[in-house]
């Protein structure tokens, strides 16, 4: 049964849907998800592993996936968990990545419409001229984000 639940982080509202064992949404802000409102055991434990990212302590996620999308979508969504912690790559380099280098406005398409924010580190690609670019939550919340990655792996922290 598809369920949802709002998580309080000290950097706001996160909504995490889960579905027969699976982690099918991670969404920031108080969204309306598929399912309905309670918590379940994934859901809770996807919470604290988020929690320690933003505080970073974690740089992994240990969960199991299931976003939903287009079988491009899901090929894009896949090279995104190979970007490393603390890094970015282009949407050119995507879209190279998976065997499509001419297809990087569809990449970018793909990276917007990811329904699992931070597990699948959109935030990591960036235009080629390394600005921050779009995001579906917003460039202040990107540059966060990389931020505090870069800030993690300069001091020796997470896991």
């Given at each position: 049964m598809a369920s949802f639940y709002h998580y309080r982080t000290p950097y706001g509202i996160v909504a995490i849907g889960c579905d027969e064992g699976v982690l099918t949404h991670v969404a920031l802000?108080?969204?309306?998800?598929?399912?309905?409102?309670?918590?379940?055991?994934?859901?809770?434990?996807?919470?604290?592993?988020?929690?320690e990212y933003l505080a970073g302590k974690r740089r992994l996620f240990d969960l199991p996936l299931k976003p939903s999308g287009t079988p491009f979508q899901l090929q894009v969504w896949d090279a995104l968990q190979f970007i490393?912690?603390?890094?970015?790559?282009?949407?050119?380099?995507?879209?190279?990545?998976?065997?499509?280098?001419?297809s990087s406005r569809a990449v970018g398409q793909a990276v917007k419409a990811n329904p699992l924010a931070i597990v699948i580190p959109c935030h990591r690609v960036l235009p080629a001229d390394?600005?921050?670019?779009?995001?579906?939550?917003?460039?202040?919340?990107?540059?966060?984000?990389?931020?505090?990655?870069?800030?993690t792996l300069s001091a020796g922290f997470g896991g």
């Open positions: 802000g108080a969204k309306e998800l598929p399912g309905v409102f309670q918590p379940c055991a994934l859901s809770n434990e996807a919470a604290n592993q988020l929690q490393p912690y603390g890094q970015t790559r282009s949407y050119s380099e995507v879209a190279a990545s998976i065997g499509r280098p001419s390394g600005s921050l670019g779009g995001y579906a939550y917003g460039p202040r919340t990107k540059a966060f984000l990389l931020d505090l990655e870069s800030r």
